[in-house]
Nanobody, 126 residues
């Protein structure tokens, strides 16, 4: 069973960078599409970025396009989210998620993802 553990969150000044990591400790995620979502207080969970299992396709929310980069290393069972030029509105809990049913496409819907990590807090101060 997929078990996702995120790390790398923290407090950063606006304009700064963070790199989030998500490890599948059960070592079964290589044939899953992976995505990052985020949820700010009082708001719904929203899609941030996704990547297919072969890493051929990536997809980003408009709000992060050009600033965030998703990547994966299947040999390490890890997916990354490099976040640059961070803004206060990027403040949220960030979750990684795995979609084992549709590994060759990226869905922006939370309902398509079977497994979720516990989340890591990202706070951007102005």
């Amino acid at each position: 069973q997929v078990q996702l553990v995120e790390s790398g969150g923290g407090l950063v000044l606006a304009g700064g960078s963070l790199r989030l990591s998500c490890v599948d400790s059960a070592r079964t995620f290589s044939r899953s599409a992976m995505a990052w979502f985020r949820q700010a207080p009082g708001k719904e969970r929203e899609f941030v970025a996704g990547i297919t299992w072969t890493a051929i396709t990536t997809y980003y929310a408009d709000s992060v396009k050009g600033r965030f980069t998703i990547s994966r290393d299947n040999a390490k069972n890890t997916v990354y989210l490099q976040m640059n030029s961070l803004k206060p509105e990027d403040t949220a809990v960030y979750y990684c998620a795995a979609d084992g049913r549709n590994p060759v496409r990226v869905s922006t819907s939370t309902e398509e993802y079977d497994y979720w990590g516990q989340g890591t807090q990202v706070t951007v101060s102005s």
